[in-house]
């Protein structure tokens, strides 16, 4: 049915996007975090960096992951920290920019960053349950933020690429309505309850199936899973 599951597709993308970089090249990966796409930067000059402030329990409340390595970072800091003694061929964050304080102050900082000529990769969530709490201070970016503000910062936008649609959103949530319930303790959870959440998922499935390419759904302009974004520095 074209379904599209929303950490698959974006790994993929980011796990393509990555290798296809030059040999050499100087990446920063901001807000790396456990390093996840260190495995596909082993031709490239790899720096991570990430404040490694959450500990997998965070405060206790929304979804935590309960196990978190930083271990792996080169150096530690507040990303509006980041030293600006160099730039980059490319800076890298994905999944980060719902956390840090003030996304558009981490943009420009990130701009700042990337050598003439280079480029950002950035993904973030459309609209995200709270994760990562308390360090978790927006709940999404459309299209028109990456627009507005990396072409004032002197970008040229190569990619904009929406990841999933509305339909694929609500298949998501859909299937957590399960782990939220338990977690909730909300609810009785019973053989119709069952068949009633499976019928909505699989109606969402089919509707998703006929919203369009898997990549290029009619309804992302409503609401996705997030954006894929590439954009490159004018040099």
């Known amino acids: 049915m074209g379904r599209i599951k929303n950490q698959q597709a974006r790994e993929s993308w980011i796990g393509k996007t990555l290798e296809a970089l030059p040999k050499g090249s100087s990446l920063l990966d901001v807000g790396a975090g456990e390093c996840a796409y260190k495995k596909h930067c082993g031709h490239l000059e790899y720096l991570a960096q990430d404040i490694a402030q959450y500990d997998g329990s965070g405060d206790g409340s929304g979804l935590q992951t309960k196990v978190w390595d930083t271990t792996e970072l080169d ?38 960053l990337v050598k003439p000529g280079g480029q950002m990769i950035l993904t973030a969530p459309f609209n995200s349950l709270t994760h990562f709490s308390p360090y978790h201070y927006c709940t999404g970016f459309s299209r028109y933020f990456y627009e507005i503000h990396l072409k004032r910062l002197g970008f ?41 959440t499976q019928l ?36």
């Not at 929406?162 to 909300?186: T, W």
């Not at 006929?210 to 490159?232: K, N, T, Y």
């Open 75 to 112: 150096f530690v800091c507040d990303l509006y920290d980041i030293p600006e003694d160099r730039q980059f061929d490319t800076v890298f964050c994905s999944e980060v920019l719902e956390h840090v304080v003030d996304p558009v102050r981490a943009v420009e900082k990130m701009a700042r």
């Open 200 to 235: 909505l998922r699989l109606n969402a499935r089919l509707l998703a199936a006929q919203d369009g390419p898997r990549m290029a759904r009619r309804s992302s302009e409503l609401q996705c899973f997030g954006w894929f974004v590439i954009a490159r520095k004018k040099g």
């Open 156 to 196: 040229d936008m190569k990619e904009l690429t929406p990841n999933g649609g509305f339909f694929d959103s609500m298949d998501q949530e859909i299937g957590r309505m399960a782990r939220v319930r338990k977690l909730y303790k909300a609810g009785w959870r019973g053989p119709l309850t069952v068949i009633f």
